[in-house]
């Protein structure tokens, strides 16, 4: 599992495997929605069971810490990885944002919405947007 690689290493916050996981993009691959957002939830549990499974063989002598006097695991935060709109189109305007004049503040709010919720929801300690490649997509993700 490469997230308890990066915890071996010392990080203190794991990404989810959910960059380009989109539900738009499972349902055209022939994915129901439900098993979309399914896999967006496992995503996130992957992550979470990670944590739990490097506190489970941590030591008090590995990364703990002594806080007032009391042994305390070290925090570790999962952070749900989202992508750009552009990361979904696969077309290379993840780096450049060039999505057409079509698209507007509300088709982004849209795209996004239900993969915020899901991932939010699934347990996730924070979401790490990646990638946004213009003004309009940060915009809505400024909410």
Known sequence: ???LDY??????????ASYQ???QGFVAKGLSEEEAESLLRRS????CE??????????????????????SRRPVLVAASIGSYGAYLA??????GKYGDSVSLETLKDFHRRRLQILLKSGADLIAFETIPNKLEAKMLSF
């Open 1 to 3: 599992m490469v997230h």
């Open 7 to 16: 915890l071996d290493a010392g990080a203190n916050i794991i990404l989810t």
């Open 21 to 23: 996981a989109t539900i």
């Open 44 to 47: 996130v549990e992957i992550a």
């Open 50 to 71: 990670a944590r739990e499974i490097y506190y489970d063989k941590s030591t008090t002598g590995s990364w703990d810490y002594i806080e007032c006097g009391n042994i």
């Open 91 to 96: 077309d290379g305007s993840e780096y450049s």
